[in-house]
């Protein structure tokens, strides 16, 4: 049985699975039941400064977008940080700490851009026995316009600024919980490590509108006929979150820096998938929003059945494992050379690999042969660019096959080439070509 027990910059759990800042960890209440559902660490829900608690809207504050099944593909809200009094929950806090020693506990921090501000705090939260802090320069609504959030996650000297305030006034661990809602998600790294930042989190929720209601022509959630935007989440940002994440873990002057992962993750499948790309441990909101807290289960035993598969001892043997796999685009092998296979067992003639290959790729997929309707690559005019794969109805219908070495290529008509080549050395490519000359 794989052992799935995670030591993150020495905050240690029983598994990977942390459920992040946000409502599922609001209050003793869902934390308690979190972890005897089985998660393996929370992120208490963003604590603010002493003195009177923020303001939420008292109207509708999720957004979403649905699937054809109506399964909820992605939220929006436009929720703030706790509007709970701060030592009503750094007690509660202290008391879940001491009825779970075992799991990881962390407090969210998000306080203006004053160091006296965060080394006020600081004292204050690590009385409750937290296990670390992860600062929130992430939430990119209501509390960005009063300066902090996100409008210090956007600046890297603020962040770099913070984390050092936070290094100097605590002995937590320090997670700095980045947002995406910027360029390139290096900079914000770069910074919370040269702070001396223990980790980075992320991600946080992406600036969205998600859809505008047509009668009232007021944006969702409507607040009284007006709306503003909001953060999004859910597996519809996964994509977005692994490849920021990919890009931290590649960095070379953020090589090593552990990551929490944040961003969509349902399933074993997506936590594995974070961790592989460098994630040392993962969080999740939407899904345990969307399911209940009993999801982990589901996450634990496949994770670990996976593992078992494979033959992964524990979390080490797999935490960044495909990062070296994450090229620049001008190192792929253009030798590599794939067409599509068209299964006609599995095919129900449904047209749809036709349609989009005919008006929007390569011309090469049959309607009718013969006069009877049927459909089959051709290989001559097929690229592989793999859009047929993703609009076939019929999973595995239609897969690549890669070309042996040594094999016809019928569209170009030349002879598959053995030896690597990327567009660095193409003799197309200018840059190239001046460096032969
Ligand atoms: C309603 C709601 C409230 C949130 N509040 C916070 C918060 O207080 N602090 C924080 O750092 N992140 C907050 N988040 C962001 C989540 O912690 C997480 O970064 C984000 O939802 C992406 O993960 P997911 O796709 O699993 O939901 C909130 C998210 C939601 C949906
Ligand atoms: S891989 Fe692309 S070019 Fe080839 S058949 Fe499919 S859609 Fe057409
Ligand atoms: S999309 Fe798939 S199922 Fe439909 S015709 Fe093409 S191969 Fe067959």
């Known amino acids: 049985m794989a052992d799935l027990r995670n030591n993150f910059v020495g905050i240690k759990s029983p598994n990977p699975f942390w459920l ?3 409502p599922p960890t609001d209050k003793a209440y869902n934390v308690e039941r979190a972890f005897k559902a089985g998660w393996g660490g929370v992120v208490w829900k963003t604590l603010g400064e002493e003195g009177p608690p923020v303001v939420n809207v008292n109207g509708p504050r999720y957004g979403a977008i649905w699937g054809a099944d109506r399964r909820l593909l992605g939220l929006n809200n436009i929720e703030l940080i706790t509007d709970r009094d701060l030592y009503t929950n750094l007690r509660e806090m202290k008391q879940v700490k001491m009825n779970w020693p075992d799991r990881a506990l962390i407090a969210s921090i998000m306080v203006p851009c004053e160091e006296n501000a965060w080394k006020s705090i600081l004292p204050l939260v690590e009385e409750t ?16 316009e009063r300066g902090m959030g996100a409008a210090v996650g956007q600046v890297p000297e603020y962040i770099e600024m913070v984390v050092r305030w936070c290094k100097q006034y605590t002995r937590m661990p320090v997670i700095t919980k980045l947002t995406p809602n910027i360029a390139d998600i290096r900079k914000p790294a770069r910074a919370a ?11 946080n929720t992406i600036n969205s509108i998600t859809s505008v209601n047509l009668d009232t022509f007021s944006p969702e959630p409507s607040i009284n006929g007006k709306g503003s935007h909001g953060g999004y989440c859910g597996p519809a940002v996964k994509p977005i979150a692994l490849n920021m994440v990919a890009e931290i873990a590649r960095d070379p002057e953020t090589y ?5 992962g ?38 634990i035993t496949g994770l670990s059945d996976w593992m078992d598969a494979k033959g992964h001892r524990d979390l080490d043997d797999i935490c960044g494992r495909a990062v070296s796999n994450v090229s620049d685009w001008q190192y792929l092998n253009l030798n590599y050379i794939a067409k599509a296979k068209i299964d006609q067992d599995s095919c129900i003639k449904c047209g749809r690999c036709h349609i989009a290959c005919e008006d929007t790729s390569h011309q090469a997929i049959t309607q009718f042969v013969d006069g009877v309707r049927h459909f089959e690559v051709m290989e001559d005019e097929c690229v592989g660019c793999n859009l047929c794969v993703n609009v076939c109805p019929v999973q595995d219908c239609i897969t690549m096959v890669a070309l042996e070495p040594g094999t016809l290529d019928e569209r170009t008509g030349k002879v598959v080439d053995p ?12 840059m190239a070509r001046q460096a032969a000359e």
């Open 20 to 22: 992040a800042s946000a």
């Open 129 to 144: 026995g937290a296990d670390g802090i992860e600062l929130n320069f992430g939430c990119p609504h209501g509390m960005s």
């Open 193 to 203: 490590k040269a702070g001396g930042t223990d980790a980075v989190s992320l991600i």
């Open 256 to 260: 090593g820096l552990p990551i929490s």
């Open 262 to 299: 944040i961003g969509g993750i349902t399933t074993w499948r997506d936590a594995a998938e974070f961790m592989v790309l460098g994630s040392g441990n993962v969080q999740v909101c939407t899904a345990a929003m969307t399911y209940g807290f009993k999801i982990v289960q589901e996450m």
């Open 419 to 430: 030896n690597y080549a990327n567009w660095t050395t193409h003799p197309n490519n200018p």
